[in-house]
């Protein structure tokens, strides 16, 4: 089985092929440095580009995994969430190619994209508790098989990395904010800032927008006393507590659901503390800890793709035999 994948949720486009569940390319358009004199993501401009870099994107996808476009079986794409504009991008241009193909199309939830990017590469068993952190979500799920998704927690104003990019901006860095305050913070490992953790709202809902105006106030408190700010001890101290904040509460969701793996996804998963302390919290909760590969964590189709397959075979061909 051929499958032929586009993730356009953002301000990437990204195609990929699968055989299966093995990907053969996954080629990624990111638009960082036409967003980054804006300080973040411009919608109307990133559907713009995306009409300009489809095309080579999807020749470079068919190209680099040796499949002939005839050959494909079916045709993959995000639905849902992700900023309108893009997605209706990435619609038209599955649509049509399946159309074109005569081959069954499927629209793909973008969050769970993320949670099975994890699956690239790794065998996972049942249950699995997955935690996601993105620009704009950050979500505990809970998976008792494939396919079964169940929502314990998500945040309910600003996501992680949408924090790490308001705060980098008022701290004079440049967009996207999360590798550049994680650059800075790895020169310390002196936390000379409180920044407070949020109170409780649902037992594993999340809430940034305290921590961002926590960290922008005292960052206004400080400049107008003329006190000169270590930005790198500032970048760990605020790095600190956002990441103690959602591994805190992921081990909760482990202690308390018992899962067999631990995953972790999304953008923000590249962020070398949060790394750290989840493989280690994990560890001294004794079960297994999945980290993607750093080309499955940003937005990218070959996560929709693995998605996809598992969809086609759970829900469309529970008794087909697959080509090999």
Not at 14 to 26: F, H, I, P, Y
Not at 107 to 136: C, M, Q, R, W
Not at 181 to 206: Q, R
Request: glycine share 6%; hydrophobic share 40%.
């Amino acid at each position: 089985m051929y499958i032929l994948a586009i993730e356009s949720s953002c301000d990437e486009f990204s195609v990929a092929v699968l055989k299966n569940e093995k990907v053969l390319s996954n080629i990624i358009s990111s638009q960082i440095e036409d967003h980054k004199e804006y300080g973040g993501v411009v919608p109307e401009l990133a559907s713009r580009l995306h009409v300009q870099n489809f095309n080579w994107v999807l020749e470079e996808a068919i190209k680099k995994s040796n499949v002939s476009i005839n050959e494909l079986d079916y045709v993959v794409y995000t639905a849902n969430p992700g900023l309108i504009g893009s997605l209706i991008i990435g619609k038209v241009v599955s649509q049509t190619l399946a159309q074109y193909l005569q081959i069954p199309l499927l629209p793909l939830n973008h969050l769970h994209g993320h949670v099975y990017s994890a699956f690239i590469d790794n065998k996972i068993e049942f249950p699995a508790i997955a935690l996601i952190t993105s620009g704009g979500h950050t979500e505990i799920t809970l998976m008792k098989d494939h396919l079964e998704f169940e929502i314990l927690g998500s945040t309910q104003d600003d996501a992680i990395g949408e924090c790490f990019d308001k705060v980098a901006i008022k701290m004079g860095l440049s967009y996207p904010g999360g590798p550049a305050i994680d650059a800075l913070a790895k020169k310390t490992d002196e936390a000379k800032y409180e920044i407070p953790k949020p109170k409780d709202i649902n037992k594993y809902d999340f809430s940034f927008s305290g921590i961002k105006t926590a960290s922008i106030n005292l960052l206004h408190k400080l400049k107008q006393a003329d006190t000169k700010i270590d930005l790198n001890s500032f970048a760990y101290s605020f790095q600190k507590t956002c990441v103690e904040y959602v591994i805190e509460k992921l081990e909760k969701a482990i202690k308390e659901y018992q899962p067999k793996f631990a995953i972790l996804g999304g953008g923000v998963s590249a962020n070398s503390m949060l790394r750290t302390k989840f493989t280690k919290m994990a560890s001294e909760n004794k079960i297994e800890s999945i980290i993607p590969k750093n080309e499955y964590c940003t937005d990218n189709a070959a996560m929709i793709g693995m998605l996809g397959f598992r969809t086609i075979i759970k829900e469309e061909h529970k008794n087909a035999i697959i080509r090999t």
